[in-house]
């Protein structure tokens, strides 16, 4: 895989100053993707601590935390009524939404407050929750599907690609070696 001249520089220059174990720092990393970290960067790590994701019992903690926080709290703007929301429909709520991380919860509480503030007066009731559910559990589904869909095409693309651009070189008279090419020799 490719990486730009100044991502080596940085990649070269954090490995040099790692290269030892030492007292004086710590280094912390922080990724949804670990698998995509440079092989020297992985050896370097002594410690793991995985986050996963929330529970259901966590998300529904979380969910209610947000709705209070975003939805039920007095503040400057209008008040938004809250109508028919019952804990079995929070609790459906925190089925429903297996697999979310703690920042989509947060997004998803958002989007619930922006659409209740685009009523007027602002309500917030058990269609529009679950109106704004659907959107976001539909949105994850595609994000999901770009990264697989990402990774199926690098696995696919990159051999292909390599294999064109090496026909092309040889179309164009640049052999290995550097035979049959244009020469920048003096003649």
Known sequence: E????????????????????SDKFMVV???????????????????MVEFSLPNEQERLRMIVHYMDKLLSAKTNAQTI????????????????????????INKLAVAWQAAAYGHS?????????????????ANKAIKKSWTVEEHRAHRAIAPA??????????????LP???????LSPA
């Open 121 to 137: 007066p602002p309500v917030f009731n058990e269609e529009l929750m679950m109106e704004v559910l659907d959107i976001h559990t």
């Open 161 to 174: 690609a390599a294999a064109a651009a090496n026909a092309s070189d040889e179309e164009a008279g640049f």
């Open 29 to 47: 990393y922080a990724s949804n993707q670990p698998e995509q970290f440079d092989g020297a960067i992985s050896d370097r790590i002594d410690e």
């Open 81 to 104: 009524t809250i109508e028919g929301i019952t804990e079995d429909l929070v609790l459906g709520v925190a089925d429903k939404t297996e697999g979310f991380s703690g920042r989509e």
């Open 177 to 183: 070696g550097g035979g049959g090419g244009p020469s």
């Open 2 to 21: 490719q990486i730009s001249e100044d991502m080596r520089n940085a990649l070269n220059a954090f490995l040099y100053r790692t290269g030892e174990a």
